[in-house]
């Protein structure tokens, strides 16, 4: 996949890619109810980005516009979306660091993330998805680097990438306010699910 989408580099430093992640997502939106201490809610997104990104970047690709990784897009095929334990461990989401930071969170904590992302799990199931498309897992940009049109720039390529295969390029996001970003480039919404226990909404878009 690397090769096909023009004016992209492939990033395969996981490091890197996780980095810029946690630099683009200070604010995460699901996680703020359940964690309102910035400081604590951090450690959940580095732990949920450490094991994530790792499928990702397994069944998928990280791309950014030069090495520097200011942004990066993980880019996952529909075929190899589905998750099981085996495809998580032999992706190295369960690693030593992500374990090193699960450790600094309190059992509760623990057990409110494990709670979180299952129900996110259980809200994707109410979306009915086209039966071939490009996922767009992560989209960040680094926050020094925000507004200078590098988000914009990186998904140009991917859209453009979607229609040299002839395949819909689909991605939710969980803040209203940046839904406009995605419907200027030709997005349109194919679904809304809401969390019924930590009150956050995921916004799935979709570009035929």
Request: charged share 25%.
């Amino acid at each position: 996949m690397a090769a096909d989408i023009k004016g992209m580099v492939q990033i395969r430093d996981k490091e890197k890619v996780i980095s810029t992640l946690i630099s683009a997502f200070t604010d995460y939106p699901q996680l703020t109810r359940a964690f309102p201490d910035r400081s604590r809610r951090m450690i959940v997104t580095e732990a949920s980005l450490r094991f994530y990104v790792a499928f990702g970047m397994k069944y998928g690709d990280a791309y950014a516009l030069s090495e520097a990784c200011q942004g990066v897009a993980v880019v996952i095929s529909s075929s190899k979306r589905k998750v099981s334990k085996l495809k998580y461990f032999l992706a190295g989401s369960y690693s030593r660091k992500y374990k090193n930071t699960i450790s600094r969170l309190t059992e509760e904590e623990q057990r409110i993330r494990t709670e979180l992302f299952q129900e996110m799990a259980q809200m994707e199931t109410e979306i009915k998805f086209p039966s071939k498309y490009i996922y767009l897992s992560h989209l960040g940009v680094k926050t020094e680097h925000q507004g200078q049109g590098i988000g914009s720039a990186i998904m140009d390529r991917i859209i453009d990438y979607g229609e040299k295969k002839k395949l819909p390029v689909v991605l939710f996001t969980n803040e209203p306010e940046g839904v406009g970003f995605y419907q200027n480039m030709g997005f349109k919404i194919m679904g809304i699910t809401s969390s019924k226990k930590f009150q956050f909404i995921n916004i799935y878009l979709i570009k035929l």
